[in-house]
Nanobody, 118 residues
Framework: QVQLVESGGGLVQPGGSLRLSCATS????????MSWYRQAPGKERELVAG????????NYADSVKGRFTISRDNAKKTVYLEMNNLKPEDTAMYYC???????????WGQGTQVTVSS
């Protein structure tokens, strides 16, 4: 079955950086576009970034554009989210999924918590 395992979150001060990882299995990774989502308490889940089958095709939410970078390693079947200049409003649970702008798999992973606070 499809498995999505997010990791790399933690507590960081404003202006700090984190790199999130999403290790995948149970599907042919190289044939799927991938994406990152986040959800803060009391708020709806939102799309953060997407990456196509070819890594030059990417998409970012306006709120993270210029600060976050999505990438993929097909050999490792892993998608990454490099997060720089973090802000308190970036605090959320972060999830990965297949698809470019819409989550394709109905089963989500456990997510990884990112907390930005001074």
């Amino acid at each position: 079955q499809v498995q999505l395992v997010e990791s790399g979150g933690g507590l960081v001060q404003p202006g700090g950086s984190l790199r999130l990882s999403c290790a995948t299995s149970g599907f042919t990774f190289i044939t799927y576009e991938m994406s990152w989502y986040r959800q803060a308490p009391g708020k709806e889940r939102e799309l953060v970034a997407g990456i196509g089958l070819y890594p030059d095709r990417t998409n970012y939410a306006d709120s993270v554009k210029g600060r976050f970078t999505i990438s993929r390693d097909n050999a490792k079947k892993t998608v990454y989210l490099e997060m720089n200049n973090l802000k308190p409003e970036d605090t959320a649970m972060y999830y990965c999924n297949a698809g470019f702008r819409t989550g394709r798999f109905t089963s989500w992973g456990q997510g990884t918590q990112v907390t930005v606070s001074s």
